[in-house]
């Protein structure tokens, strides 16, 4: 019950992040009522989980009904409190007889005839030939024809308008409706954050002061959760039973828990580390890594809830978004695997039981996965078989969560490294159509597997859609899609069972 009711508290919190930054500045909605919207889904299971236990099978109308109904009901009421719209470009551009309201989104300083001359001097005739302009609450749309590259149009155009603009707006390059490309002219409010943190000498230092901070208090808190694992492992009894005698948390406890404690900080630290060296590579501004220390209890022994960083600037373009969503994933997945397949090989075989499952690491089933299974053979020999359980090692389970991170960031949706990827691939709206499509399946998924129905609730709190780049209409190279194409096609490999063919071969068909 209290994982439950905790798992919902960090839900939460992260999802009414996620909301205020996502619509806050384009709808005049309630956050606090799009977040009630959002969770109504997660507040729906979560209670008949508490009420009826973990093991229930939720009915189909209450599995389906919220998940269907609350999109709807959320897309409406951003829709509800959008701020009206100029009826035209000449009405938006005169000065209004009473007096505007201030607006603490910035939003877009009107340009006066002469500076709209100077904008549509920015756009040479052969590069792209600008029709109209729409003002916009938040934006200035500059509509018209393409006749040269993305690359050379968005790279000509956004130096002309900083040589005649400065850093007034940033300058989006976007896939319109109609599939035609537009520009769009947006206040760049970065900029004045920016001049704010160099007149601050002393804030990167204090950012660096937190994230050092926080390492120290998750180190402790993964030793703990180290030692807790460590200690249930060699007495070999469940999460849910109690231990023999009372932990005693000392020195010689502590070191106990090192090789999880490290094993997991490797996973997490250099998944950040690669975002964060990627995203400085394309000269984004990004936080440090912070890590997210938990308190180890006896249902999440753990100590973490893994680690995240923070872009303060938006994307170049659509091969740095690709870049970035993979690399950490990548980067995780390949720390993770030298690290599980140490861990499995001294991880203690026992006999297969219905209780089984791949989050139960006392009695952990690695059938249900075709890289688990593979690695388990691999790792184990002959005695891995069909009806062949694991109880994992401490440092087996910090394996098993960064396969269980790789996978979860894979999954195509949102501002997921795997959204990012179908987005940086496909384009933002193909992206967003194939993040609910994933999440569709993940439900459905969850019918056959209860473990992913976890998963199915927080793909869901998810928004479909990821943040535009600024040239979010240049394409990939074939490298990048294939690349692309491979980490869709490892999700696959984590999450679905080996094909019969493959567990005779392996030895493991039951």
Request: hydrophobic residues 50%.
């Amino acid at each position: 019950m209290i994982f439950w009711l905790l798992l919902l508290s960090i839900t939460g919190l992260f999802t009414y992040y996620i909301v205020q930054r996502s619509v806050s500045s384009i709808t005049r909605t309630p956050i606090w009522l799009l977040w009630l919207v959002m969770m109504l889904p997660a507040l729906i299971w979560t209670g008949w989980i508490l009420l009826n236990g973990p093991d229930a099978r939720i009915p189909a109308a209450l599995l389906f009904g919220p998940f269907l109904i609350s999109p709807v009901l959320y897309w409406l009421l951003v829709q509800w409190g959008r701020p009206p719209r100029p009826a035209t470009a000449e009405s938006a551009a005169e000065p209004s007889p009473q007096k505007p309201e201030p607006d603490p989104k910035a939003p877009l300083r009107p340009i006066d005839r002469q500076e709209e001359a100077t904008l549509q001097n920015c756009f040479p005739w052969s590069v792209y030939y600008l029709q109209n302009l729409e003002y916009r609450p938040q934006a200035l749309i500059c509509r018209g024809q393409l006749r040269s590259s993305p690359e050379v149009a968005y790279r000509t155009i956004r130096e002309n308008i900083e040589a005649q603009f400065g850093d007034r707006f940033l300058v989006l390059f976007q896939e319109g409706l109609n599939g035609k490309p537009f520009f769009a002219l947006v206040p760049n409010a970065q900029a004045q954050r920016d001049q704010a943190d160099q007149a601050d000498g002393k804030q990167s230092e204090r950012r660096l002061g937190r994230s050092l901070g926080l390492f120290v208090a998750t180190l402790l808190t993964t030793c703990l959760g180290g030692a807790i694992l460590t200690e249930r492992f060699t007495a070999g009894v469940a999460a849910d039973e109690p231990l023999a005698s009372t932990l005693s948390f000392n020195l010689p406890t502590l070191l106990t828990g090192l090789p999880y404690a490290i094993a997991i900080l490797l996973i997490l630290g250099g998944r950040e580390l690669a975002n964060f060296w990627v995203a400085r590579r394309y000269g984004l501004r990004v936080s440090y890594p912070y890590f997210i220390p938990v308190p180890p209890m006896a249902v999440f022994p753990f100590g973490t809830f893994g680690a995240l960083l923070q872009r303060r600037s938006p994307v170049p373009h659509r091969r740095a978004l690709f870049d970035i969503g993979l690399t950490g994933s990548m980067v995780s997945f390949l720390i993770s695997l030298p690290i599980l397949l140490w861990g499995l090989a001294q991880s203690q075989p026992i006999q297969r039981t219905a209780e089984s499952g791949i989050f139960r690491f006392e009695s952990f089933n690695p059938h249900g996965s075709l890289l688990l299974a593979v690695l388990s053979k691999l790792a184990l020999g002959s005695a891995f078989t069909a009806d062949t359980a694991l109880r994992l090692h401490p440092v087996a389970v910090a394996g098993c969560i960064g396969i269980v991170i790789t996978a979860l960031n894979l999954m195509p949706v949102g501002q997921l490294d795997g959204g990012q990827i179908v987005h940086a691939m496909f384009g933002q709206r193909m992206g967003a159509l194939i993040g609910q499509v994933a999440r569709l399946l993940v439900l459905l998924l969850s019918l056959v597997q209860q473990e992913l129905l976890l998963w199915a609730v927080l793909l869901f709190l998810l928004p479909a859609v990821d943040a535009p780049t600024l040239n979010d209409v240049s394409e990939l190279d074939n490298l990048r899609d294939f690349l692309g194409l491979a980490a869709l096609t490892l999700l696959v490999i984590i999450l679905l069972p080996p094909p019969p063919v493959l567990s005779q071969l392996l030895g493991i068909a039951g």
